[in-house]
């Protein structure tokens, strides 16, 4: 389980799967690499029945440029 805060500030619990990719640049990375404060961009299913949030993968490092 991780905690994210979004761009508006709300923070959010996060599951994270043995199966979900970790990356940061080409480097594959484990949830344990990952630290308090570091920049990340996950991509999750949400689960409305539930309010679940499950990740598929997180990028470490700054969000891609709108657009790109």
Do not use: F
């Not at 799967?17 to 949830?31: C, H, N, Q, V």
């Not at 404060?37 to 598929?56: F, L, N």
Request: no cysteine; net charge positive; aromatic share 4%.
């Amino acid at each position: 389980m991780v905690t994210v805060q979004d761009r508006y500030g709300v923070k959010k619990e996060i599951s994270v799967p043995t199966e979900a990719k970790i990356m940061s640049g080409t480097a594959s990375k484990t949830l344990a690499d990952l630290k308090a404060g570091d920049k990340v961009t996950v991509e999750y299913t949400y689960d409305v029945a539930t309010g679940k949030r499950t990740a598929q993968s997180i990028t470490v490092g700054e969000a891609p440029a709108a657009g790109k």
